[in-house]
């Protein structure tokens, strides 16, 4: 298998960065009263949509560095499990201690979580919306469209390297799945931003060439605009663009890119819900918080490089273990 050029690899991480960190200021700016900023941070959710772009993208690429083939479709689960479950699972628990520990402040509002009940149960398997649980954290829900995806695109990918004839009538069969199938508990509400991905990963393995990328993506951004509003425009045509493009490394944001789950997982239940929403029991004015604000991101990027180091990488370096029967790079 040939593989794609590193430097798009890099591209793809510093995208991955890029959308974290929108998401984590969407939510702290969540934390002040300033309806402007307020406003603002809202659009690095934005970043929610990113993410589902760059893993339609990056996802079959991975599968088309490691020689996938259908008969590995559990080794595939089993190695995103292993991936993103540990610090999925670690970050549960850590809520759960947050939940106790705030029950010892004499400004507690909130009631203690039970760690023992079904809600957990449905956490484990991504099924708390399917089953009418509560998610403990609000980005919990975008990691079950993510894990949903995986089971779709485990099946789906041998039929994206058929004749490009079928590919291009399978893709354009699949945009019209997100119109018909809406609702938003399942990965086909969200699969016209996955499918960007996808065709952008066959344009670049040279299963279908330009001539045919250019007008397919056009029909894709239509339609994303008519699901998504402008944001089904903005975050396809640069996130494809970036990942294109913008492909020199910058450290920061290779950084951010890097720890860019871990900062995803922790950001709202050590960051707001944590650090922040304590904090602001001291800090009452308008302008502090804005301070609190500004000075809690360093803190929450920190902590997540250390969530990262201890957690998540140890959890990357198992799943990359796990390897496919037809692996031949």
């Given amino acids: 298998m040939q593989s794609l050029e590193n430097k798009q690899i890099h591209s793809v991480t510093m995208l991955r960065g890029i959308a974290s960190l929108g998401v984590c200021i969407a939510h702290l700016t969540g934390t002040i009263n300033s309806e402007g900023l307020k406003q603002i941070g809202q659009y690095g959710t934005w970043g929610v949509s990113v993410f589902f772009i760059i893993s339609g993208f990056i996802i079959p690429y991975s599968l088309y560095n490691s020689g996938y083939k259908i008969a590995d479709y559990p080794k595939f689960l089993l190695r995103r499990i292993v991936r993103l479950d540990p610090p999925y699972i670690l970050t549960i628990i850590g809520i ?126 239509i339609l994303s605009y008519f699901k998504s509003g402008i944001e089904g425009v903005i975050c396809p045509i640069i996130s494809i663009c970036f990942i294109e493009f913008l492909n020199k490394p910058f450290k920061p944001l290779i950084f951010l890119g890097t720890i860019s789950y871990s900062l995803y997982l922790i950001h709202t239940p050590f960051g707001t819900d944590g650090l922040i929403n304590f904090l602001q029991n001291y800090i009452v004015t308008d302008s502090g918080r804005i301070w609190l604000m500004c000075l809690s991101l360093p803190v929450i990027i920190f902590f997540a490089w250390l969530f990262y180091i201890v957690v998540e990488r140890p959890s990357l370096k198992l799943a990359k273990k796990i390897r496919y029967k037809n692996l031949n790079t």
């Avoid at 909130?110 to 009940?117: F, G, M, R, Y």
């Avoid at 996955?194 to 330009?210: A, D, R, V």
Wanted: with cysteine; proline share 4%; charged share 10%.
């Fill in 96 to 221: 759960f201690a947050l939940s106790w520990l705030a029950q010892l402040s004499p400004h507690h509002t909130s009631e203690l979580i039970d760690p023992i009940s079904k809600n957990t149960l449905y956490h484990l398997f991504y099924l708390v919306e399917i089953l009418n649980g509560k998610w403990l954290i609000v980005v919990f829900w975008t990691l079950a469209i993510e894990f949903q995806f995986y089971l779709f695109l485990g099946l789906l990918y041998p039929l994206l390297k058929v004749k490009w004839l079928y590919t291009i009538l399978l893709l354009l069969a699949l945009s019209a799945i997100p119109f018909l199938l809406t609702d938003d508990r399942f990965v086909t509400n969200y699969l016209l931003m996955f499918l960007s991905g996808i065709l952008f990963f066959c344009f670049k393995i040279k299963q279908i060439n330009f001539s045919v990328y250019l007008p397919l993506a056009i029909v894709l951004v």
